[in-house]
């Protein structure tokens, strides 16, 4: 079973960038499907963002297109969120989510490996 470890989150102002990480053990990645979702309190777990590690395809949620860029290092088994132009609806816990698959279909019920997740925080 993959083991997943979210890092990176802080308290960053509006405007700012931050860069999550999402290292996996265990395993390694060729033959996955990573994803960001992220819940903010009061709501439901929602998709980030999808990669699968093989192909290079992903998908991204509408309202992080042209922000975010999802991307992974095979060397390092780790996926990367980066985030940039954060705003004060991105403030939520974000978690990496593992599957074995090609398609980066990012749902959250496709999942069956999770972390325990990081905060990020946009705050002025």
């Known amino acids: 079973q993959v083991q997943l470890v979210e890092s990176g989150g802080a308290s960053v102002q509006p405007g700012g960038s931050l860069r999550l990480s999402c290292v996996a053990s265990?395993?390694?990645?060729?033959?996955?499907?990573i994803g960001w979702f992220r819940q903010a309190p009061g709501k439901e777990r929602e998709a980030v963002a999808c990669?699968?590690?093989?192909?290079?395809?992903?998908d991204y949620a509408v309202p992080v297109q042209g922000r975010f860029t999802i991307a992974g290092n095979n060397a390092k088994n780790t996926v990367y969120l980066q985030m940039n132009n954060l705003k004060p609806e991105d403030t939520a816990v974000y978690y990496c989510?593992?599957?074995?698959?090609?398609?980066?279909?990012?749902?959250?019920?496709?999942?069956?490996?999770w972390g325990q997740g990081t905060q990020v925080t946009v705050s002025s």
């Open positions: 990669v699968s590690i093989s192909s290079g395809a992903t």
């Open positions: 989510t593992a599957r074995v698959d090609t398609a980066p279909i990012c749902a959250a019920h496709y999942f069956d490996s």
């Open positions: 265990g395993v390694t990645l060729e033959n996955y499907v």
